[in-house]
């Protein structure tokens, strides 16, 4: 199991990593929805991803099991901003995963809530890690793409860097489904994700942002293949059924209580598909 192997990394081999004590206690934060101080003395990506591990260790009690990943900082310029050079990795649970399309939530459901728009993909089979980066056999081993929002919980307070990030676990927390559309495994499907223009609007009318499927290192595939490469560099795959956030469509954005936000996918599918999410 993940978790399990998880658990058997050797986490006590980093010494700037922070205790499990300390990670404990931002898990406390989170569940509370308390924010909480930056971590101190992160200065590496493994560093990061060292706390990562032990947080979702104390996490999972509360949020559920791990169901698949999300990849973070896919767009240079986002990257520069947060100090590093490559994409960052997360771990999705239960949480990332329990809402539905027409969902209400508060808006007040973090310590430090915010919204993204994004979009998930699901594992068919294990041949993923074996598809390199020609898209149409990454689709083989996929077999669905899924309108997606994404609620993150950024807890820390001030500024932060790419470590600290990863140290909380690249914010995830909620999420809302909507309908999972059947995976085609041809260059058209490919060529739509690409071209595809995800927007978000509010119940207002206005427009929250826009982004086309390119925006998210250059094809959603293309994420799927990074993080394959990522995994493997710490002797994990990815399994049959866990699902892949694919971020980068939206920057985080803040609620407002009673108000809907609707991303939609225009060009994915042969009507735009939409998933929705309502604040209190």
């Keep these: 199991m993940l978790f399990a192997a998880l658990l ?9 990593c922070p205790s499990q004590a300390a990670m404990d206690s931002l898990a406390e934060a ?4 308390r924010p909480s101080p930056p971590i101190r ?5 493994e560093e990061g991803h060292c706390a990562q591990e032990r947080l979702v260790a104390a996490l999972v009690p509360s949020w559920g099991s791990i169901v698949g990943y999300k990849v973070g900082l896919t767009s240079a310029p986002v990257q520069q901003r947060f100090g590093v050079n490559q994409p960052l990795r997360g ?4 949480s990332s995963v329990s809402l539905r399309d027409g969902a209400e939530v508060p808006a007040r459901f973090g310590a430090v809530p915010v919204i993204e728009s994004d979009f ?9 890690n074996d598809a390199g980066r020609d898209h149409v056999a990454i689709l083989r081993h996929l077999d669905a793409v899924i309108p997606y929002i994404e609620l993150p919980d950024l807890v820390l307070t001030g500024g ?5 990030l990863l140290a909380i676990n690249v914010g995830a927390r909620l999420g809302v489904m909507g309908t999972p559309i059947p995976v085609e495994a041809t260059q058209a499907f490919a060529d739509r994700l690409a071209n595809m223009v995800v927007t978000m609007v509010d119940d ?3 427009e929250r942002a826009r982004a086309t499927g390119t925006a998210a290192l250059g094809h959603p595939l293309n994420v799927v293949a990074f993080l394959v490469e990522s995994l493997a560099q710490d002797g994990q ?5 866990q699902v892949i956030s694919v971020a980068g469509y939206s920057p985080t954005l803040p609620l407002e209580a009673g108000r809907t936000y609707t991303v939609r996918y225009e060009g994915l599918a042969a009507a735009p598909v939409s998933v929705s999410v309502r604040t209190r």
Aim: aromatic fraction near 2%; proline fraction near 5%; charge should be positive.
């Design 30 to 33: 989170l569940i509370a929805n």
């Design 120 to 128: 998930l993909v699901r594992v068919r089979d294990a041949g993923i």
């Design 204 to 206: 207002r009318g206005q």
């Design 8 to 16: 058997a990394l050797p986490v006590t081999a980093q010494a700037a």
């Design 237 to 241: 795959r990815l399994e049959a059924g």
């Design 160 to 164: 932060f860097t790419g470590p600290q």
């Design 41 to 45: 003395g992160l200065a590496t990506i």
């Design 91 to 94: 771990i999705l649970m239960e």
